[in-house]
C-alpha cells in the first residue's frame, strides 16, 4: 500500500504584521502575520526549498516522478516541474507533471501519486505544492493570503505513513477565481460561496471518507483540512462533524496566511512533525469540490531525519520593514529606473547549454590534481594545473560555505537596496561570487556561514531567470 | 625570450584634451584636437602617419580600424583597433611602439578616445550582448569595494581606519587635479568630505569612485635613434608590459583579494625590462589605475612602492603627495579625470611626457627621469593589466 516516506516544507523568510496594511489603507487589520515571498522567490523557487527539505537522506536517484502542484505558476506554457526537476538534478527520466488550476491541486497531486504506486507505475513520486497569489491592494485577500510551499515523498515502502483510503468530490463553482489574465482574485459575495461551496463540501467529502473506512471522528488524531480567507468558518467544519478542537490541525493563519493550494499538505507536514506511531490523520482539501485521505502514520516517522520542516522554517523569520517593501517585492510599483543600463536579452540557446550549472549549480572537479571548481561556463582547461579535460561533475548546491568579502551595492537596480554581493569559498573546495539573499545588511561579515538557495533573478523578455543566492544559513 | 623594448622606441609628440563631460563635443572632436595637438608637438603632419593604433572599448565610441580613420582622415593607412578593456590606449601604444621597432614603419599613431557621456548613464556601462546573466547585481564600485572589505578585515583595520585610509588617497588626488586645466574634476575636497559622502557601494562612497568622462590622448612614435630628428627632449620606452588573468580569482580559493597578481608580474617584468632594481628609489611618479581608491592602494603595494600590508604608513606620511618620495597620480588620475577607457593610458603617459620635459606646470615635479603608467582593466578577480615605463 502506498503512503508517505517522507516530507518537506518551506516558508518564506519574511513575514509582515497585517498592521501594515491598516497603516497604510485604514480599515480593519486582521490579527497576526503573514509570510511573504522575497522578490526573488516565486512558486517554483519555494518548491525546489520544500523539496530539498523532502529529500534530505532520501536517494533523489529513485525518483520516477515530480508532481508539481501550483496555482501561480510563472508560465502558461512552458513546464514548471521541469525546472524543479532541474534545479534539484534529478534524472532525466523522471516523469513531470504540472498540476493547476484549482486550490485543491495539492492534493489531487498527492491522490494521482498514490494511484501510480498502487498500480505499480511508479515506486517513489515526489508531490510539490507552492502557491505565492497575490490579493489586490487594499482588500481582504491581500491580509489573508501567504506564501509557502511543502513536499511529500510518495513511495510503497519505507513509510512514515500509510494512506489507507480516498474520496473525491467535483463541483463546479465560481467562489474564488482568477481568469487568464486577472493578476489577483475574484470573489463572489461571501457568504454564499462558503454556505454553497466550502462549509457544504468538505463536511461531506469528510463524512463519506468515515464512511468508507468505518471510522469515527474519534479514531483521528489529527484532522487536517484548509481553510477560506474567513478562518472563522474552518473551526465550524470540526465542530459540525463532532471533532474535538484538540484533534483540529492549526491553519497557521495568524503566521503564515492562506497558502492556496500548498496549504493542505503544509498542514499535514506540521500534524505529522507531532504524530506518534499508529496516528490517524485525515487529510482533506478544498478547491472546486474536495480531496480526502485517511492515513495511518507507522513505527518508521521517529526514523526520519531532521528537517526544517514547518517548525523550524517559522521560528526562523525577519520582519519586512513595511508595506511600501512589501509592494516594491510584489512588483506592484513602478518605481524610477536607476540610470544604469538596460538588461541585455537572455539567450535561451546559452541558457540550454548550461543548464546544470546554472539550474544545479553543478560544477566539476578536476581530477588531476583535485579542485572543485564552479563558473557557468565551466573549463576545459583546469585553472590550476592546466589538465585539459580532466573532469568529473561536482556539486556545489547541497554545500554550505563562508564569506571571504563583501560589499553592499546602492548604484545598481535593486528591489530590496542595498545589493549585497558576496565572494564564497565552499567547504571542501571552490569559490564562487553570488548575490546574498534574506540577509540583513547590516549583519552581513567576513567569514559568516552562507548556503546555496534556488532563486529568481529577474524576468527579462519573456523569460523567467532563475539562479542560485546564498544566504546566512537559515536555521 | 626576446629583446628589451628599453630605449629603441620615443614618443616625440603627444595630445590630450580637456576631460569631462563634454556635451558639446563628439568623438570626432575629440579624436581631432588630441591627435592634431600630437602632430603640432611633433612636428609632423598628418599626412606624415604611416600606421595608426586606435583604442576604444566602447562600440560606440568607434570600431575597427575606421574608428580613428574616418575622425582623422588617415587616407589609406593602415590602422587598428586595440581592446584591452581599461589597457585599451596603453596597449595602443605598445602596439604602434612595437611596430615602429620592427621597422615595418617609421613614424605611427596610437591614439585613444571614448564618448561615454552620450549614454546616459551612472557609472561604466559593462560589455555584453544576449547571454544569461547571472552575475551579481553590483555595478564596478560593487566589485572593487570587495577588495577594500577583504583589505580591511586582513590587515584588522576597523570601517574607520580603512575608510580614512581611503579617503587621503583621494583627497591627495583631488588636490592635483584641482591644479590641471585639463583635468575634469578640478575641486579639493577634504578628508571629512569624504567620509560623508553617501556610500556607493559600501565601503566606497562617491570620493571613493573615479569620474566618468569623454576624452582623447594621443601619441606619435618614432624609433629611439630617430627622435632627436624631431625635438631635443623626446621621451623614450623604457617598458611595455601586458599581463592578463586567466579567470582565476573567482573559481580558485587561494587568492587573497588583497593583492593583484597581474599586477605583481606586469610590474616585476617591466622593471626587469627597464633594468629597474628599486622600483620605490628609482620610479621617479606614476600614473596608477585608480578607478577606486581601494585599487590605487592595493596597486602601491603590487608595484612594490609600498611593503606589502604597509600602504597606510605611506599615505599618512605623504609619500605619494606631490612633494613626496614618489608623487603618484600628478595629473589628479583617473579620480579627476574620469575614465574614458580607450583614452585613459595614453592620458596617462600624456602627464609622464609633460613632467619628463618639465611642462607639468604648477604640478612640476623636480628632476624626474622615470615615469610609470598602469592600468587594470575588468575584475580584480581576473583582470587585464598593463605597467609601461617610459623616462629620458
Not at chain 1, 510584489?330 to 539550474?359: F, N
Not at chain 2, 601586458?242 to 617584468?269: F, K, L, P
Amino acid at each position: 500500500m502506498a503512503g508517505v516516506v517522507s516530507y518537506g516544507a518551506y516558508i518564506p523568510y519574511h513575514r509582515i504584521s497585517r498592521e501594515e496594511f491598516q497603516r497604510a489603507w485604514g480599515g480593519f487589520a486582521m490579527p497576526g502575520e503573514k509570510a511573504v515571498a522575497n522578490f526573488d522567490e516565486d512558486s517554483i523557487t519555494m518548491a525546489v526549498e520544500a523539496a530539498k527539505d523532502c529529500l534530505i537522506g532520501m536517494d533523489s536517484v529513485k525518483i520516477d516522478a515530480l508532481f508539481l502542484a501550483s496555482t501561480t505558476l510563472p508560465y502558461k506554457e512552458k513546464l514548471g516541474s521541469a525546472i524543479v526537476s532541474a534545479a534539484l538534478n534529478l534524472p532525466a527520466n523522471v516523469r513531470t507533471v504540472d498540476f493547476a488550476g484549482s486550490l485543491r491541486v495539492g492534493t489531487s497531486a498527492l491522490g494521482c501519486a498514490l494511484d501510480a504506486i498502487n498500480a505499480g507505475a511508479a515506486r517513489r513520486v515526489l508531490v510539490v505544492a507552492a502557491d505565492t497569489r497575490i490579493g489586490a491592494p487594499a482588500g481582504q485577500f491581500e491580509q489573508a493570503l501567504g506564501d509557502g510551499a511543502a513536499a511529500l515523498l510518495l513511495g510503497d515502502d519505507d513509510l512514515i505513513a500509510e494512506i489507507q483510503d480516498s474520496y473525491f468530490i467535483s463541483d463546479e463553482f465560481s467562489g474564488v477565481w482568477r481568469a487568464d489574465g486577472d493578476e489577483f482574485l475574484r470573489s463572489w459575495e461571501d457568504r454564499m460561496i462558503l454556505d454553497e461551496g466550502y462549509s457544504r463540501v468538505l463536511p461531506i467529502a469528510i463524512s463519506e471518507l468515515m464512511q468508507r473506512c468505518s471510522l469515527e471522528p474519534k479514531d483521528f488524531a489529527k484532522v487536517v483540512y484548509d481553510a477560506p480567507v474567513d478562518v472563522r468558518r474552518h473551526a465550524r467544519i470540526a465542530n459540525g462533524l463532532g471533532f474535538d478542537p484538540s484533534q483540529v490541525q492549526d491553519t497557521m493563519f495568524m503566521t503564515v496566511g492562506n497558502t492556496g493550494s500548498a496549504l493542505a499538505t503544509m498542514m499535514l507536514v506540521a500534524a505529522l512533525e507531532e504524530a506518534s506511531p499508529r496516528d490517524r490523520i485525515l487529510l482533506t482539501s478544498y478547491g472546486n469540490g474536495a480531496d480526502a485521505f485517511a492515513m495511518e502514520v507507522t513505527d518508521d516517522i521517529n526514523k526520519l531525519g531532521e528537517r526544517r520542516g514547518i517548525k523550524k522554517h517559522l521560528e526562523s523569520k525577519r520582519m519586512v520593514k513595511n508595506y511600501e517593501t512589501y509592494l516594491r517585492w510584489r512588483d506592484l510599483l513602478t518605481l524610477e529606473p536607476a540610470r544604469r543600463p538596460e538588461r541585455p536579452p537572455m539567450s535561451i540557446s546559452e541558457l540550454w547549454r548550461e543548464r546544470e550549472q546554472l539550474l544545479a549549480l553543478c560544477g566539476q572537479i578536476c581530477t588531476s590534481c583535485g579542485t572543485p571548481q564552479y563558473e557557468v561556463r565551466p573549463g576545459r582547461v583546469c585553472v590550476v594545473c592546466q589538465a585539459k579535460d580532466h573532469f568529473e561533475p561536482y556539486c556545489f548546491a547541497d554545500k554550505k560555505a563562508g564569506i571571504f568579502t563583501f560589499t553592499q551595492d546602492r548604484l545598481q537596480t535593486s528591489n530590496d537596496p542595498p545589493n549585497t554581493a558576496v565572494v564564497v569559498d565552499f567547504d571542501g573546495g571552490g569559490r564562487g561570487m553570488f548575490d546574498l539573499t534574506d540577509r540583513d545588511p547590516e549583519e552581513v561579515e567576513v567569514a559568516m556561514t552562507v548556503e546555496m538557495t534556488f532563486r529568481k533573478l529577474y524576468f527579462n523578455r519573456g523569460v523567467h531567470n532563475y539562479y542560485w543566492k546564498a544566504r546566512p544559513v537559515r536555521c | 625570450m626576446g629583446e628589451s623594448i628599453k630605449d629603441k622606441v620615443a614618443i616625440i609628440g603627444m595630445g590630450c584634451t580637456q576631460f569631462g563631460e563634454l556635451w558639446d563635443k563628439n568623438v570626432t572632436d575629440l579624436m581631432v584636437e588630441a591627435a592634431y595637438e600630437a602632430y603640432e608637438d611633433a612636428g609632423v603632419e598628418p599626412s606624415d602617419i604611416e600606421a595608426a593604433w586606435v583604442g576604444t572599448f566602447y562600440e560606440y565610441s568607434g570600431m575597427a580600424g575606421m574608428a580613428a580613420g574616418v575622425p582623422l582622415r588617415l587616407q589609406y593607412k593602415p590602422v587598428t583597433r586595440v581592446e584591452n578593456m581599461c589597457c585599451t590606449g596603453s596597449d595602443a601604444l605598445r602596439n604602434a611602439s612595437y611596430a615602429v621597432a620592427a621597422r615595418v614603419y617609421d613614424i605611427a599613431l596610437a591614439i585613444g578616445a571614448e564618448k561615454i557621456k552620450d549614454q546616459g548613464l551612472s557609472g561604466l556601462q559593462g560589455a555584453s550582448g544576449a547571454g544569461v546573466h547571472v552575475y551579481p547585481s553590483v555595478a564596478p564600485p560593487g566589485i572593487f569595494a570587495m577588495l577594500a572589505t577583504r583589505y580591511f578585515a586582513r590587515y584588522g583595520l576597523n570601517p574607520e581606519e580603512g575608510k580614512t585610509m581611503l579617503a587621503k588617497i583621494s583627497v591627495k588626488s583631488h588636490h592635483n587635479g584641482s591644479l590641471n586645466p585639463k583635468a575634469h574634476l578640478r575641486r579639493k575636497v577634504t578628508v571629512e568630505q569624504v567620509l560623508n559622502a553617501p556610500i556607493i557601494a559600501w565601503p566606497l562612497g562617491v570620493f571613493d569612485c573615479c569620474g566618468v568622462s569623454d576624452g582623447s590622448a594621443a601619441a606619435v612614435v618614432v624609433r629611439a635613434e630617430d627622435a632627436r630628428k624631431f625635438r631635443e627632449d623626446p621621451v623614450y620606452i623604457k617598458a611595455l608590459q601586458i599581463c592578463i588573468g586567466h579567470g582565476q580569482g573567482n573559481v580558485r580559493s587561494d587568492w587573497d583579494y588583497t593583492h593583484i597578481e597581474e599586477t605583481v608580474r606586469a610590474g616585476m617584468a617591466a622593471y626587469t625590462e627597464a633594468g629597474i632594481k628599486n622600483p620605490r628609489e628609482e620610479i621617479s611618479m606614476a600614473e596608477v589605475h585608480d578607478c577606486f581608491s581601494i585599487t590605487e592602494a592595493l596597486i602601491m603595494e603590487d608595484l612594490q612602492f609600498s611593503p606589502r600590508g604597509k600602504v597606510k604608513e605611506d599615505i599618512d606620511s605623504g609619500f605619494f603627495e606631490l612633494t613626496g618620495g614618489l608623487p603618484v597620480q600628478p595629473d589628479g588620475g583617473l579620480k579627476s579625470f574620469g575614465h574614458p577607457v580607450g583614452a585613459s593610458g595614453l592620458r596617462m603617459m600624456y602627464e609622464m611626457y609633460k613632467q619628463l620635459q618639465g611642462k607639468a606646470g604648477e604640478r612640476q615635479l623636480k628632476d624626474p627621469s622615470l615615469g610609470l603608467i598602469h592600468n587594470l582593466g575588468g575584475p580584480p578577480s581576473s583582470p587585464a593589466i598593463s605597467c609601461l615605463i617610459a623616462g629620458l
